[in-house]
T-cell receptor, first 113, second 112 residues
């Protein structure tokens, strides 16, 4: 158990819809990262937050957004969903120091019908 | 971040040591070597990381060559549960360089 909690574990929805994925980091961790894993793209970094502020952006679509709240949990919002958004979405957290490892949650499996 | 090269697949007998190589010839002085593994579709699991000295923890040992251009992850007594995709990642320690860039990794199969 990494200590990172993601909900829901599975999500099935239709094209055009909007969903919110939630992540609770490990106790004491200030940084939260979101990654997407699809069959054809592998694990891709989306975005990082540190203590409530956006720190780095990766290959995140404009239809996607995220935020980190004062209690340090984070939400990833995906809108105008397309079939290609079907993937595993992982959240990771770290203390925040540059060389400390990230610890991953078990992910949310998103299926777009 | 420096690019890494890993063999796409490896096999190892249960109970033997599994040695997973990784080349990172363009690594720079402030970049760390991290190893993660992913079992089926679970979240990647952190194994170990190091800068230039060899490291050991309860899961594995990390051997980094003196020139830091390659490293080896050693699972001392592999079990069937160690079957997974193993990722070697080089990441800088500078501000803003905290994302992990995953390659294709090595698919390690432990055989009974």
């Amino acid at each position: 158990d990494s200590g990172v909690t993601q909900t829901p574990k599975h999500l099935i929805t239709a094209t055009g819809q909007r969903v919110t994925l939630r992540c609770s980091p490990r106790s004491g961790d200030l940084s939260v990262y979101w990654y997407q894993q699809s069959l054809d793209q592998g694990l891709q970094f989306l975005i990082q937050y540190y203590n409530g502020e956006e720190r780095a952006k990766g290959n995140i679509l404009e239809r996607f957004s995220a935020q980190q709240f004062p209690d340090l949990h984070s939400e990833l919002n995906l809108s105008s969903l397309e079939l290609g958004d079907s993937a595993l979405y992982f959240c990771a957290s770290s203390v925040g120091s540059q060389n400390q490892p990230q610890h991953f949650g078990d992910g949310t499996r998103l299926s777009i019908l | 971040d420096a690019k890494t090269t890993q063999p796409p697949s490896m096999d190892c007998a249960e109970g033997r040591a599994a040695n997973l190589p990784c080349n990172h010839s363009t690594i720079s002085g402030n970049e760390y070597v991290y190893w993660y593994r992913q079992i089926h579709s679970q979240g990647p699991q952190y194994i170990i990381h190091g800068l230039k000295n060899n490291e050991t923890n309860e899961m594995a040992s990390l051997i980094i060559t003196e020139d830091r251009k390659s490293s080896t992850l050693i699972l001392p007594h592999a079990t069937l549960r160690d079957t997974a995709v193993y990722y070697c990642i080089v990441r800088g320690s500078l501000q803003g360089a905290q994302k992990l860039v995953f390659g294709q990794g090595t698919r390690l199969t432990i055989n009974p």
